[in-house]
């Protein structure tokens, strides 16, 4: 319920969810896997082919969760193919998903390397930054992500999330905000300003933007527990106390859970 695990389910569904989202199953996605294994095999395909559907089977298999499979694919097609920033990138979301956190970030360092406006390697790289709490590095990439892409609404809200962790709530504020245009229903950006409303005092904004997310995320006891010590803040003690214990019913280390985050 911290703002690492959120940003890490954020990219957790980045990762496996969009071919999904399009309307591919994974009995699809297996049948695309079958495909690029029979190119692979073929003594008719060129080499290059073979690379190419190599590396297309690795995102395929990382994609449906099988990334001890993934990295021998992209390991094999960087041997040959050693300046492919993509495939390093790829290599090391499924690095990171075995809890290989080092070996990761030395991939996407080696991505930007190669290519440095790379933006999925600026943000899986400022993922691992938050995930180790060093938040100003996160900012960083992500501005250089922003910059390449002002459209991409998970940079501008995980660009909030660190900005919140540094106690910057305006400018957390603002990239909510910002992100909420791009993806309007997201509920759980919506709940993170209403914590930044909060920390500035902002007790009436913070309560609606609260009350929306509960309502777009009903049993997510983050923005419960906060709307609870908002509601105490603002002078309903009874509405408060509510909140607070529906939350912890739910959750019960909430109170440590949003402590993390610097809210109390």
Do not use: C
């Not at 504020?173 to 709940?191: C, G, K, Q, Y």
Request: aromatic share 6%.
């Amino acid at each position: 319920m911290s703002i690492a695990s959120r940003s890490a389910g954020v990219l957790v569904a980045v990762m496996l969810v969009p071919w999904v989202a399009q309307g591919q199953g994974v009995t699809n996605l297996d049948a695309q896997i079958s495909a690029r294994t029979r190119i692979i095999e073929s003594r008719q395909s060129t080499r290059d082919e073979q690379l190419d559907a190599q590396a297309e089977r690795g995102v395929l298999f990382r994609k449906t969760g099988r990334f001890d499979l993934a990295i021998v694919d992209l390991t094999e097609v960087l041997r040959s193919r050693p300046q492919a920033d993509d495939v390093l990138v790829e290599r090391g979301m499924a690095l990171k998903a075995t809890q290989q956190p080092d070996a990761a970030m030395a991939d996407f360092d080696a991505a930007l390397r190669i290519k440095a406006d790379n933006t999925n390697a600026l943000r899986q790289r400022a993922a691992e930054y938050r995930a180790r709490g060093r938040f100003a590095e996160a900012v960083r990439d992500l501005n250089r992500a922003i910059g390449v892409d002002p459209q991409d609404p998970w940079a501008a809200s995980e660009r909030g999330l660190d900005h919140f962790s540094l106690h910057e709530y305006g400018d957390a504020i603002v990239d909510f905000s910002r992100a909420l245009e791009l993806t309007p229903s997201s509920a759980w950006t919506i709940a993170f300003r209403g914590a930044a409303q909060y920390q500035l005092g902002h007790y009436d904004a913070a309560l609606a933007d609260l009350d929306r997310a509960i309502e777009l995320d009903a049993f997510d006891p983050w923005p419960i527990y906060i709307r609870g010590l908002v509601k105490r803040k603002a002078g309903d003690s009874q509405g408060g106390e509510a909140d607070l214990k529906a939350a912890l019913a739910i959750w019960p280390d909430a109170a440590a859970g949003v402590a993390k985050d610097g809210i109390r």
